[in-house]
């Protein structure tokens, strides 16, 4: 199966390819994964707009890149394969993708913290270095049920705005990259900030948040700040630490 995937797509794709297996397996290692549910997709480079996504009913430590399914923006199959994809999945991806030529990976997940996160009014407050990143470029997006409806995909692109982090109210959390390295240092960092806020909350003490200028001067330079965050530079050894614990993920 592994070979003729490979022999099947460029050398570019097939990059593209063991990434996102490498991102599943990431996301499984972790914790952060909900059984079969969430998605993680990345777009194929060239010039069709084509993407991967996982194969709907597999564990995100099952993914390979040969599993992997290659889709077009309406969710239909451009490259056999024999699984199919999630359509309430899709939805969001598609409409994050099609509405931002710079979101090359788009990462949603449903970890315990994120989706408590969403649920408080307040949402994430500036408590913590990590907290600083996702506040830098930050949007929300209402709950509207089970992403099933076309027609919010309208209405997430317009929250999302040109933002990298999202919120999903009641569901959970999104980022965006232009590639699968910065998508995943970004959740990582999110899912961090999450975790602190909810930990020292619960203590039930006067919390410090960090100066309002200091925030400020961080939103102002959103941009640099995303883009120095590294995900090129943390990549290899998360790959690593994949491959030690869920060999395979390159097939």
């Not at 050398?11 to 499984?28: I, K």
């Not at 009014?121 to 509207?144: K, N």
């Not at 692109?157 to 998508?183: K, P």
């Not at 995943?184 to 975790?195: D, S, V």
């Amino acid at each position: 199966m592994s070979s003729k995937a490979k022999a099947q797509v460029s050398e570019q794709e097939w990059q593209t390819r063991v990434d996102l297996a490498a991102c599943y397996r990431a996301v499984a290692m972790y914790g952060w994964d909900d059984l079969i549910f969430t998605h993680i997709s990345a777009r194929v480079p060239g010039p069709e707009h084509h993407f991967l996504i996982n194969p709907y009913g597999m564990m995100f430590d099952e993914v390979t890149a040969s599993s992997l399914v290659k889709v077009d923006l309406h969710g239909n199959k451009v490259m056999e394969s024999e699984y199919d994809i999630n359509p309430a999945g899709f939805t969001i991806h598609s409409a994050v993708h099609e509405a931002r030529d710079d979101a090359k990976c788009v990462m949603h997940l449903h970890t315990t913290e994120g989706v408590a996160l969403s649920v408080l009014e307040e949402g994430l407050q500036a408590y913590s270095q990590q907290s600083l990143f996702p506040l830098a470029s930050l949007s929300y997006h209402a709950y509207e049920g089970v992403a099933l409806n076309p027609d919010e995909k309208a209405r997430l692109v317009r929250d999302l705005g040109d933002t990298q982090f999202m919120i999903l109210r009641n569901h959970g959390l999104l980022t965006c990259a232009d590639n699968i390295a910065d998508a995943f240092l970004f959740m990582f960092i999110f899912q961090r900030a999450c975790e602190i806020q909810l930990k020292a909350q619960a203590t039930g003490q006067k919390l410090i948040p960090i100066h309002s200028a200091i925030l400020q001067g961080i939103r102002a330079q959103a941009s640099e700040v995303t883009k120095q965050a590294g995900g090129s530079l943390a990549w290899p050894g998360i790959k690593r630490r994949v491959a030690r614990r869920f060999p395979g993920f390159d097939e």
